[in-house]
T-cell receptor, first 111, second 115 residues
Framework: EDQVTQSPEALRLQEGESSSLNCSYT??????LFWYRQDPGKGPEFLFT???AGEEKEKERLKATLTKKESFLHITAPKPEDSATYLC????????????FGKGITLSVRP | DAGVIQSPRHEVTEMGQEVTLRCKPI?????LFWYRQTMMRGLELLIY????????DSGMPEDRFSAKMPNASFSTLKIQPSEPRDSAVYFC?????????????FGEGSWLTVV
């Protein structure tokens, strides 16, 4: 069974204080690893898909990296508007396209 | 593009009542997912349709839950009878299909409270 574990559960940062969010996963065969952002009262919003170990993707202050066992979401010089819950999910190879999600990391950035 | 549209956004109902949640997928997307989100368990897949056919319903908790996709533009998730433990946010999500990339797009969710 596919499993995704995210840590820490919650993270509080000062504005400008860079940090990383961890996503550990086990999957029979990885088709893709996804990062989503979720704001309170909203649905998850797609950020990145990573397909193979060593791949990196960037968007503004966010950079996602992937190894064979985990993914990191690095946040450089965060701002208060980066406060949200960040969800990691894996999609396995095969005909089923479903995503298996971790429980998320709630990030709070203080001004 | 209007995105995935869900209704109702909020529903409060009494235990034992029937609840129907609705989803309109993004036009051209042929895969549709129903997820449930709670604080304790996070996002859990309930059922997955491809080309209107249910592919994986292993996440449907029990017979009180049922889902249909009568056409490519509409899906429903029904709970009958509802129970307080069904209180959660229910998300519909869709994607275009494997050959066109894997990104899955979510609606804004239906917030269900059963009292």
């Amino acid at each position: 069974e596919d499993q995704v574990t995210q840590s820490p559960e919650a993270l509080r940062l000062q504005e400008g204080e860079s940090s990383s969010l961890n996503c550990s996963y086990t999957v029979s065969g990885l088709r893709g690893l996804f990062w989503y952002r979720q704001d309170p009262g909203k649905g998850p919003e797609f950020l990145f898909t990573l397909y193979s170990a060593g791949e990196e993707k960037e968007k503004e202050r966010l950079k996602a990296t992937l190894t064979k066992k985990e993914s990191f979401l690095h946040i450089t010089a965060p701002k208060p508007e980066d406060s949200a819950t960040y969800l990691c999910a894996v999609q396995a190879t095969g005909a089923n396209s479903k995503l298996t999600f971790g429980k998320g990391i709630t990030l709070s950035v203080r001004p | 593009d209007a995105g995935v549209i869900q209704s109702p956004r909020h529903e409060v109902t009494e235990m034992g009542q029937e609840v129907t949640l609705r989803c309109k997928p993004i036009s051209g997307h042929n895969s549709l997912f129903w997820y449930r989100q709670t604080m304790m368990r996070g996002l859990e897949l309930l059922i997955y349709f491809n080309n209107n056919v249910p592919i994986d319903d292993s996440g449907m908790p029990e017979d009180r839950f049922s889902a249909k996709m009568p056409n490519a533009s509409f899906s429903t998730l029904k709970i009958q009878p509802s129970e307080p433990r069904d209180s959660a946010v229910y998300f519909c999500a869709t994607h275009r299909g494997r050959s066109s990339g894997n990104t899955i797009y979510f609606g804004e969710g239906s917030w269900l409270t059963v009292v």
